[in-house]
């Protein structure tokens, strides 16, 4: 019943062959919806706060909000900053009690890549804290590039082997196919990638970003290849919360309470369907 690290969780789903689902929050009853639905499930479950939410809660309104529902819903409950590119702010979270963290260097260079992301694991595991980085460069509605420019940031699977030699990273979110935000057209992921990093890499847990809109059958597909952290934002802040605020508040004077309730059970059913397509079930403790 407390903020645990990400490394433990990340074993356990390698022996088990599933994935921990890691979900994006942004306020109180989106996290609640989140605890809910991993506490329903019995499930790991990992709580992202990105930079942008994290500055609009405080870091130490994050951390102690975490520790608050962890404690409440009895369950372990893994505290991620996701894709910070600050190393100073990457220090902080750790300082604040922040469980694990996501170094994201993915636009620089290799080299540049590897250095800052060795300074941010030397830091993070002197407190034990799990470490995420990214080699390849999962796009998104930022960089609208064409699929052939994609391609050419895909993840190239000698290159992870010899990063995660050079870093000493405890997880490695790979870009072979998904986007952050909803999907043009159907995600195309590449599948033979993803088994030979996993090939190379058996013990590395790689990070699947990009979650909202890839089918169901995609995931086990990924799961089986070797994907141990699914990364699912968009569709908890459109679905969980957006869609269902503006139906709660259709009318003036309507409660906020009832909205919070609202949230809350729409964010724990997206959860729950996760959970269930992604293994990870009773799988906490
Ligand atoms: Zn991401």
Redesign the pocket.
Known sequence: MALVTMKYEMSKAEKGRYAVPAFNFFTLDNLIGIAQGAANKKSPVIAMASVGAMKIMGEHTTVRMCEGVASDFGIDMILHL??CTDYDMICRAVDNGFTSV?I?ASKLSYEENVELTARVVEYASKYGVSVEA?LGH?G?KEDDIVVSEREALFTVPEDALRFVNDTGVDAL?VAVGTV?GFYKSEPKLDFPRIEKIHELLPHMPL?L??GTGVPDDDFRKAIAGGVRKI?I?TELKVHGVFDVSKQGYAQPGDDPRSVSKLVIAKCASIVEEKIDVMGSANKAG
């Open positions: 996701d894709h996501m994201d990214e999962v998104g979110a952050h990070v970003h990009g990364n934002g």
